[in-house]
Structures are given as structure tokens and as C-alpha cells.
């Protein structure tokens, strides 16, 4: 049973199950090393688990950065370790929208999109705040890796046309 509000202990269970295949997943497609990610650890948190300031309405997920985001000279540093933001009450209400999906569908869509904007920033040299423009593109880019990516996975079709970030007024802003 799905209600609004936030990820129970369950919940979380499903999206790590989610988050280990979509490293696998994407470390295979990037053709990264096996340990790419226990070398370069990221973490998810839950908006229960950040400050006010990362709640966002709009959106079910956006990176943060651990420590310090600017080197002396002011460049983006690009070994800081990454966190992803799960906005849960956003995930939970479009699910509760949708019976044409579960969490486990939604979430791995979700973490292999957020894996593969940090392995765009970290290996291919792209700006983690880009202009709009750039950053339009860049979603459109992502969101193509990731259909790509998860071509072939059962049941994620449905979503990768829902959130297709061209055509819909409303997906648009769907992720950072
Ligand atoms: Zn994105």
C-alpha cells in the first residue's frame, strides 16, 4: 500500500536495492572500473535527512556536494563526493498518481538518471551549474543515456516516455 509521505524503512530498502543495479548498470555502460563506486562513494538521503533549504517541490531528486564545492583558485572540484537528495513525498505522490508503476520501477529511473549527471560531471568534464540552456540540454542528454541505459529492463518504458524532458510542460523541471 502507497501513501504520501515520506519513505518508510521498506521503502528505503527497495531504493538501495534500486541504487546497487543502477551502478551496475551504469558502470557497465560508461565501461567504468568494477569498483568505481566503493571508490567514489556517494550517498541518498531522504528529505527527512537534510536541512529545509533542500526541500524542493517540483523535483524528485538533485545533487548535492560534500565539503568544500570550490577549489582555492574557485574551480569545481571534481573528487568531492556526491549526495542525492530524494525529494520521498514528491516520489510517493506521483506513484499514488500512477498505478503503472512501483517504487522499485521509479526509483531505479531516478538513481540511474542522478548516477549518470555525476559520472557526466565527474569523467566528461560537464559544469554542475550550468546556465539554463546548458542545462536543458544536458537534461535531455541524460535523460537519453538513461533510456538507453535501462533499454531492455522490464517495465521502464512507461516512465522514460512520461518523463521525457522534451514535450511535457510539467517534466521539465522534473530533475536537476
Ligand atoms: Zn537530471
Redesign the pocket.
Known sequence: MISSGFFTRSDRTTISRAARLAETLTQRYFDLAPDEWRRYPYRIFTRGEVDKTFHQSEIFAHLVRFGETTSSRGDQRRDEPFGIVLQDPNILLALLRSARHDLWTLGLFILT?ELT?IVRFRRFDVDLFPSTEERDKE?EL?HGITSEILAGVTNTDYILALYEPSGSRVSKAR??
Open positions: 538518471h549527471h537534461e541524460v530533475f536537476i
